[in-house]
C-alpha cells in the first residue's frame, strides 16, 4: 500500500519541538521516557523499567526487588555506547533519578497537549484516498493503509486490526528484541575478553618456556664448555710432559757436540805441534780422552710416533646427533626435578670420554 505524509500547517517551533522529542526518546522502548528516568554513569537515560529489563537479561540469577536473599549486585551494558554500568545489591533502584529530563518530559506533554500543536494534526495519509488517514494495520499485506481500502479497496478481502494495536505490539516486540540483543552482545563481549585474556595466558605462558628453554640450553653450553676445558687441559699436559723429555734429550745431545767439538780441536791444535818431544807429552792424553769421548752412550731417541697426539682425537658425532634429537615434552615440561635428572645424565655422558683419555694418557 502506498502512502504520502500529509502535514498539517503547524507553527514555526514545530520543529524545536520534534528535535525535542528525538531527544527524550528511550533506546530500548524506543518511545518517550516513561518516569521514573535514571542517569547512568554514562550519562545516558533509560527508562528504569527498561534499564531494570535488560539488567535482567544480561544477569538472570540476580534476585529480584523484594526478595528476602541478599544480592551482590551485577552489572550491564549502555546500549547507547556500551559503556559497562556496574550496580550494587539495590540494581536498577539505586540508579540516580534524572529530574531534569522528568521535568522536560512534564513540559513537553503540556505543550504537545494544546490544540494548535497537536500530533493529531500529522499523520500518515493514504496515497488513493487523499482525505483518509492511515488508521488500520493489514494483516494479510502487512501494510498500514485506510478504512476506504478495507471497504471497497484494494484490502476489501484482507484480515485487519487497529493501528495502535499492531502499532504496541511490533514496538513491544522490537523493545524486547533489542533486550535480548543488548543481553547477547554482553555475553558475546564476555567470550571476547575471555578470549583475550587466553590470549595474553598464551603470551604469559610462551615467555616463560622460552626463558626456561633459553636457560636448559646454556646450562648445557656450560657442561660442553667444561669438558671441552678438561680435555684442552689434558692435551695440553701432554704437549708439555712429551716437550720436557724431547728439549732434555736435545739439551744432553748439545752438551755432547760441544764437548766433543771442543775435544776435535784441542787435538787438531796438538797434531799441528812441530816438536815431537812436546807432541808425545800430550799425546796420550788426548788420546785416551778422544777414545773415551767416542765411546760415550747418549740417552736413546724419541721412538717412532712418539710426536702424534692422535690418541687425543675426539669423536662427537654420536653427541651431535643425540643433540639433534632434543624435542619439546610437554609431559614433563617445567619440573626442576625432571630437568636436575636430565643434567646429571648429560654430565654422566661425559665418562666413557674421560675413561679413554685416561686410558690414551698412559700411552706416553
Known sequence: MNFTVGFKPLLGDAHSMD???????????????????????CQHNLCRKCANDVFQASNPLWQSRGSTAVSSGGR??????????????????GLQ?????????DIYKQESSRPLHSKAEQHLMCEEH??????????????PTCSLCKVFGA???????????????????LSDGIAMLVAGNDRVQAVITQMEEVCQTIEDNSRRQKQLLNQRFETLCAVLEERKGELLQALAR??????????????QYGDHLEASSKLVESAIQSMEEPQMALYLQQAKELISKVGTMSKVELAGRPEPGYESM?????????VAEMLRTIDFQPGAAGEEEDEEVALDGDEGSAGPEEERLDGSEGLH
Open 97 to 105: 533519578r534524572n529530574l531534569l529530563v522528568e521535568n522536560i518530559i
Open 310 to 318: 692422535e690418541q687425543f682425537s675426539v669423536s662427537v658425532e654420536h
Open 19 to 41: 528535535s525535542l522529542e528525538k531527544q527524550l526518546i528511550c533506546p530500548i522502548c524506543l518511545e518517550m521516557f516513561s518516569k521514573p528516568v535514571v542517569i547512568l554513569p
Open 76 to 93: 550491564f551494558r549502555c546500549p547507547s555506547c556500551r559503556h559497562e554500568v556496574v550496580l550494587d545489591r539495590h540494581g536498577v533502584y
Open 238 to 251: 701432554e704437549q708439555e710432559e712429551k716437550l720436557q723429555r724431547v728439549r732434555g734429550l736435545i739439551r
Open 155 to 173: 484490502h476489501k478481502d484482507c484480515e485487519v486490526a487497529p493501528l495502535p494495536t499492531i502499532y504496541k505490539r511490533q514496538k513491544s516486540e
Open 130 to 143: 487523499e482525505e483518509e488517514k492511515i488508521n488500520i494495520y493489514c494483516l494479510s499485506c502487512e501494510v
